[in-house]
């Protein structure tokens, strides 16, 4: 069973040294373009749910 768990760790670890990480800048572009959609969606789901409740409150006058 550790033998196992032994080759395991070194397959784990021979993997992640051909990963290509992404240097700072491409971090930085992906975080925010990651950050203005969240808030595209968040005031696109706001506007929604603010029109929802006005259609539903018109309805139960």
Known sequence: MAHKVGSFLHAVNNEM?????????????????????????????????ILFFQIVKVFLR
């Open 17 to 49: 040294k051909r990963v290509s990480w992404p240097n700072k800048s491409q971090i930085v572009k992906s975080t925010i373009i990651v950050l203005v959609s969240l808030v595209v969606f968040a005031i696109i789901i706001g506007g929604m749910d």
